[in-house]
C-alpha cells in the first residue's frame, strides 16, 4: 500500500513539473517577428546584425539572447534602413510571459520548474509586429533635374517640325522625384491641367521659331527642352497632300486596338456566340487590305477590365500626333439611365458591381489623352450609341482628302443607339464588306460609313439605325480617320 502510494506521489509530481513547464513546451525558445516600413524595402537590422532580408519580411528570433553591447538587458535593439532615408531605431524590451504567471498561482510545483523557463529564455515574449515609417535624409540633396516630355507636337531629334497655321499647341508632361514649381514655355509660365498635362498655345512667326521650354523642382533643379518649327504660309504642295503616286506623305503608322469578348466570368451575365469571330475579321482585313502592320494590331480576346486599360496606357505612352489609332469593340454594352453613362463589359465584369465594368466616359478620357492626329472608335454593342452626340447628316460637298487629313480627329462609329442589338451583327457584316470590296486608295471613316449604314437598317432583324459622329470634348476639329487601301 505504501509503496503503491510512493509511485503515485511520483507519478503526480513527474506529471506536475511537466505541467508546469508549460512555457517552454508549449511556447517554445523562438518567436516570428513581422518587420514592416513606410516605405517599404527597408534593411532590417537585428542586435548590430543584418538578417539579409528587406521589409516587408518575418524572421524567428531566439527569446533569450546573449548579452552584447546590443544587448544589456535581454532586449533586442531593431534598425531600419533604407537609402534616402533616416535610420529608426526600435527597442523592443523583454516581457515575462503570462504563462508563467499561472503557474505560479495554479500549483507549489511552479516553484521548481519555472526556472526552467527562464534558463531557456521561454518565460519571456516580445512585440509581434514592428511597423515604424522611415523620415526622409533632408541632408541627402536631390540633384536630378524634372523630366520634360513633349507630348505635342511630335518632334524628333535632328528633323524640323513644318507647320502651316501660326498657332501651335503644346503639350507636355514634365515628372520629378520631388515637386515641380516652374514650368514655362517661351517664358511664359504654364499650370498643369486637371489631365496632368502643361499645355500652351503659341502663336508662331513666319519662318523659324526656337521653342524654349524650362522645368523647376522644388529643390531648384533646372530642365530645359529646346525645339525648332518652321511656319510656312502653304504646305498644299509639301505636307499632308496626295502626290502623283496616290501616297499621303508625313504619315505616321496606322495602329489598330481590337477587342472581342463573348465568354464572361459571372454566370448572370449571358455569354455570346459571336464577337472574337467578328473581331478576327476586322484583323484580317485591316492586317490585309488596308495600312495596318500586324505589329501594330493589338488583338485581346476575352480581356478584363484590367487588361483593356493596360492597352489603351500603352497608346498614351508609345504614340505620337502623326499616329492614327482604330479601336474596336465589340461585346457586351449597358446603358445606365439615373446615370446617363454607356458601359462595356469586359470578361470579369460582375452584374452586380459597376466598379468592374467599363465606362464609355473613360474610353472618351483616352482618346481625348492620346496624342494621336486621328482617332477611330468602332463599337458593335447595345446601347453603344451613348458614347457621343450623334450626328445623322452629312455635308453634301466631299472635302479633299489632305485636309481632311491636316485636321485632328475623335470620331466613333457604333452599330446602334440607345438600343439592343442581335448578337449575330449585321453592322459588322457589312462593315467589313463594304472594306472589303472598296477600290479607292484613300477612304474616309465618314464615306465607309455613309457607304453601309442603309444596308444595316434595311437588313437587320430589328431595324438597327447605326451611328456616326464626333466624340465630345476628345479634341476633335472637324478631320477624319483616312483608311489607307495596301
Known amino acids: 500500500m505504501k509503496k503503491n502510494l510512493f509511485f503515485i506521489l511520483l507519478l503526480v509530481s513527474i506529471l506536475g513539473f511537466l505541467l508546469n513547464s508549460c512555457a517552454t513546451i508549449f511556447s517554445g ?42 544587448n544589456l538587458k535581454n532586449e533586442y535593439t531593431y534598425v531600419f534602413r533604407k537609402d534616402g532615408y533616416n535610420d529608426v531605431k526600435v527597442q523592443d524590451y523583454r516581457k515575462i510571459n503570462e504563462i508563467v504567471w499561472i503557474n505560479c498561482m495554479t500549483t507549489v510545483f511552479a516553484l521548481f520548474t519555472i526556472p526552467i523557463d527562464f534558463i531557456t529564455g521561454a518565460a519571456y515574449y516580445y512585440t509581434d509586429e514592428i511597423n515604424v515609417k522611415l523620415p526622409k535624409d533632408e541632408k541627402i540633396r536631390d540633384i536630378i533635374p524634372p523630366i520634360i516630355s513633349i507630348v505635342s507636337p511630335s518632334v524628333k531629334r535632328g528633323f524640323k517640325h513644318i507647320v502651316d497655321e501660326n498657332d501651335l499647341i503644346i503639350r507636355l508632361k514634365v515628372k520629378d522625384e520631388s515637386i515641380v514649381s516652374f514650368v514655362s514655355v517661351d517664358d511664359i509660365k504654364i499650370l498643369e491641367n486637371e489631365y496632368g498635362f502643361y499645355q500652351i498655345n503659341l502663336r508662331l512667326k513666319n519662318g523659324l521659331n526656337t521653342v524654349n521650354i524650362k522645368a523647376i523642382d522644388n529643390r531648384d533643379n533646372v530642365a530645359n527642352e529646346v525645339f525648332t518649327v518652321e511656319l510656312k504660309g502653304d504646305l498644299s504642295n509639301s505636307d499632308f497632300i496626295v502626290s502623283d503616286k496616290h501616297e499621303l506623305i508625313g504619315l505616321g503608322e496606322y495602329y489598330a486596338l481590337i477587342i472581342g469578348v463573348q465568354d464572361y466570368d459571372d454566370p448572370s451575365i449571358n455569354d455570346l456566340d459571336n464577337p472574337i469571330q467578328d473581331a478576327e475579321k476586322i484583323y484580317s482585313v485591316l492586317s490585309e487590305k488596308y495600312n495596318f502592320k500586324q505589329e501594330n494590331i493589338t488583338f485581346l480576346k476575352n480581356p478584363t477590365n484590367n487588361k483593356i486599360t493596360l ?176
Open 29 to 70: 525558445t523562438g518567436q516570428v517577428i513581422n518587420f514592416s516600413s513606410n516605405p517599404q524595402g527597408a534593411e532590417v537590422i537585428v542586435n548590430g546584425s543584418s538578417i539579409n532580408q528587406i521589409t516587408p519580411c518575418h524572421i524567428e528570433l531566439p527569446r533569450k539572447v546573449k548579452v552584447s553591447k546590443y
Open 311 to 486: 492597352s489603351m496606357e500603352y497608346y498614351f505612352d508609345n504614340l505620337s500626333e502623326n499616329d492614327n489609332l482604330l479601336i474596336f469593340y465589340a461585346g457586351h454594352g449597358f446603358w445606365d439611365k439615373k446615370f446617363k453613362q454607356g458601359y462595356w463589359l469586359p470578361s470579369d465584369a460582375v452584374r452586380s458591381n459597376r466598379g468592374t465594368w467599363l465606362a464609355n466616359s473613360l474610353i472618351r478620357d483616352y482618346m481625348r489623352g492620346i496624342p494621336t492626329k486621328h482617332s477611330l472608335l468602332i463599337t458593335d454593342a447595345c446601347f453603344s450609341g451613348g458614347i457621343f452626340k450623334t450626328r445623322e447628316a452629312f455635308p453634301d460637298a466631299s472635302k479633299a482628302i489632305n485636309k481632311l487629313y491636316a485636321l485632328p480627329s475623335r470620331k466613333a462609329m457604333t452599330s446602334g443607339a440607345l438600343s439592343e442589338v442581335p448578337d449575330k451583327s449585321v453592322f459588322i457584316e457589312y462593315l467589313v464588306k463594304r472594306l472589303e470590296q472598296n477600290n479607292q486608295k484613300h477612304l474616309s471613316s465618314e464615306q465607309l460609313f455613309a457607304s453601309f449604314k442603309l444596308a444595316v437598317i434595311n437588313n437587320s432583324p430589328n431595324s438597327q439605325v447605326p451611328q456616326y459622329g464626333e466624340v465630345r470634348g476628345t479634341g476633335d476639329e472637324g478631320g477624319d480617320f483616312i483608311f489607307i487601301k495596301k
